[in-house]
């Protein structure tokens, strides 16, 4: 257990709408990151972050912002959600010290815009 | 996009057998990882092999890996009812991005 949560656990939202998702650490890692995970996808890099106001972009960032002005938080917004955007969305970190890449992840946010 | 390709899709055994599930990729990488999803839960990390290593033991679990054909096996020995999930490959390249695979849904029958 790295200590993640993640919130809400679920949300329904009309499109149009903004939306923030929250990743919570209790363990103070560098990396952290933002999947979105969709049937026969798997899941794919929205945004990651490798400190605090240090952010990067993955292979699907359109329509998603991210900030991290704390180490323990990172935010995931949508700025005007789609229906595109449903999906269920992975905080992961990974920790200091390990050098293999291996994520920890949250219990994920399943997010429905109609 | 996504690298490796799990394959099967899904594969339904009963307890007790072997479970083998097989990942191919495409480009160069770091190490491969191979993680496990319950539903409804986030992935855990299950085992890692190195670019340098070809065969890997964790408990029941054992991963292969074959650069040479960009592929790598994941067996689960003895399966157990508690193993059905949804089995994920995912590449590492020399920055630690990993690109994912669709993933293997198992079932195992009791």
């Known amino acids: 257990d790295a200590g993640i949560t993640q919130s809400p656990r679920h949300k329904v939202t009309e499109t149009g709408t903004p939306v923030t998702l929250r990743c919570h650490q209790t363990?103070?890692?560098?990396?952290m990151y933002w999947y979105r995970q969709d049937p026969g996808h798997g899941l794919r890099l929205i945004h990651y972050?490798?400190?605090?106001?240090?952010?990067d972009k993955g292979e699907v960032s359109d329509g998603y912002s991210v900030s991290r002005s704390k180490t323990e938080d990172f935010l995931l917004t949508l700025e005007s959600a789609t229906s595109s955007q449903t999906s269920v969305y992975f905080c992961?970190?990974?920790?200091?010290?390990?050098?293999?890449?291996?994520?920890?992840f949250g219990e994920g946010s399943r997010l429905t815009v109609l | 996009s996504q690298q490796g390709e799990e394959d099967p899709q899904a594969l339904s055994i009963q307890e007790g057998e072997n479970a083998t599930m097989n990942c191919s990729y495409k480009?160069?990488?770091?190490?491969l990882q191979w993680y496990r999803q319950n539903s409804g839960r986030g992935l855990v990390h299950l085992i890692l092999?190195?670019?340098n290593e070809r065969e890997k033991h964790s408990g029941r679990l054992r991963v292969t890996l074959d650069t040479s054909k960009k592929s790598s096996s994941l067996l689960i020995t003895a399966s157990r009812a508690a193993d059905t999930a949804s089995y994920f490959c995912?590449?590492?390249?020399?920055?630690?991005?990993?690109?994912w695979g669709a993933g293997t849904k198992l079932i195992i029958k009791p």
């Open positions: 092999i190195r670019s």
């Open positions: 972050s490798y400190g605090v106001k240090d952010t």
């Open positions: 995912a590449t590492s390249d020399s920055n630690y991005q990993l690109i």
């Open positions: 480009t160069s990488i770091n190490n």
């Open positions: 363990e103070n890692h560098r990396y």
């Open positions: 992961a970190i990974r920790r200091a010290g390990v050098d293999t890449g291996e994520l920890f």
